[in-house]
């Protein structure tokens, strides 16, 4: 049954990064409360959390707690983010996901573990469609290399951006920055 659910997965990511290449995805704004969605998250992940003895702490600035976003899309790019960070974190430590307000109108969401890092050399390979750091014969940790390439063009076909800052060996944190509120525009682009 897991490799069912991998090739299923693998194959709606494709679609969906497909969608938004055409530009025929769609975006489904509505107000949202961001600790309650990360929450909802976490809930979702718990087994995969629990295997691994690990800690989910929450820090939500108050002044981005209200949003109007595609609820559905971050949680696609948070469950990325959060399950990348949940496999390449030992067991017993903690994640947090955390958000701030990143000027006026937008905010920023970071996800940071206390896992293996990324060597400096590998971060460009870091959002790149097919990309495995982790790749080869002795690989260890199961994935396609799409997960973040379709985090980063889902979030770009947003008018938002991605990236990550990494110690080899220490941790790693991926970042989100969004719109408060996102507009849709003709056609359901951003």
């Keep these: 049954m897991s490799c069912a659910r991998h090739l299923l997965h693998l194959i709606n990511d494709v679609l969906d990064m497909s969608k938004v290449e055409s530009g025929k995805f769609e975006f489904f704004p509505e107000p949202a409360n961001l600790q309650q969605l990360v929450s909802e998250l976490g809930d979702v992940m718990h087994t995969s959390l629990q295997r691994k003895s690990i800690q989910l702490a929450i820090r939500i600035d108050a002044d981005v707690s209200s949003l109007v976003i595609d609820t559905a899309r971050l949680k696609q790019v948070l ?68 997960g973040l390439a379709l985090t980063r063009r889902l979030v770009e076909a947003q008018g938002g951006s991605v990236g990550a800052r990494s110690t080899f060996g220490v941790g790693s944190v991926f970042h989100v920055v969004l719109n408060r509120v996102h507009q849709v525009q003709r056609g359901g682009a951003a």
């Design 79 to 146: 469950y990325n983010y959060l399950s990348n960070a949940i496999k390449f974190t030992p067991s017993g430590v903690q994640v947090t996901i955390s958000a701030c307000a990143e000027g006026p109108d937008q905010f920023r969401l970071e996800v940071e573990d206390t896992g293996i890092g990324i060597a400096p050399g590998d971060l460009p390979r870091l959002f790149v469609d097919f990309q495995q750091l982790d790749a080869g014969f002795s690989k260890l940790h199961q994935g396609t290399g799409l």
